[in-house]
């Protein structure tokens, strides 16, 4: 089965904001974030798996409608990314 890798500019617009905001809002900047997304052909958009890497660290969430978001939040604010 092949997969589709995503990068963040291909990410919904609604995803990138909110994902800009919750940066904002914990002290660092979009540009500090490698972010890729990758889907299986035929797998509705909202199951696929969004990876987010800052140095040595990175961490995979499931989109499930873009609660990925929330996840991402949630380790910044227990300092995963620092």
């Known amino acids: 089965m092949e997969t589709t890798l995503f990068r963040y500019i291909d990410l919904p617009i609604g995803d990138r904001a909110a994902f800009e905001l919750v940066c904002a809002r914990r002290g660092f900047a979009p540009a500090h974030f490698d972010i890729s997304a990758s889907a299986a052909p ?6 696929r798996v969004v990876t987010v890497r800052r140095g040595g660290w990175s961490q995979s969430y499931r989109d499930r409608d873009g609660q990925w978001v929330r996840q991402f939040e949630a380790d910044l604010t227990c300092r995963f990314f620092k």
Not at 42 to 47: C, L, S
């Open 42 to 47: 035929g797998e509705p958009a909202h199951e």
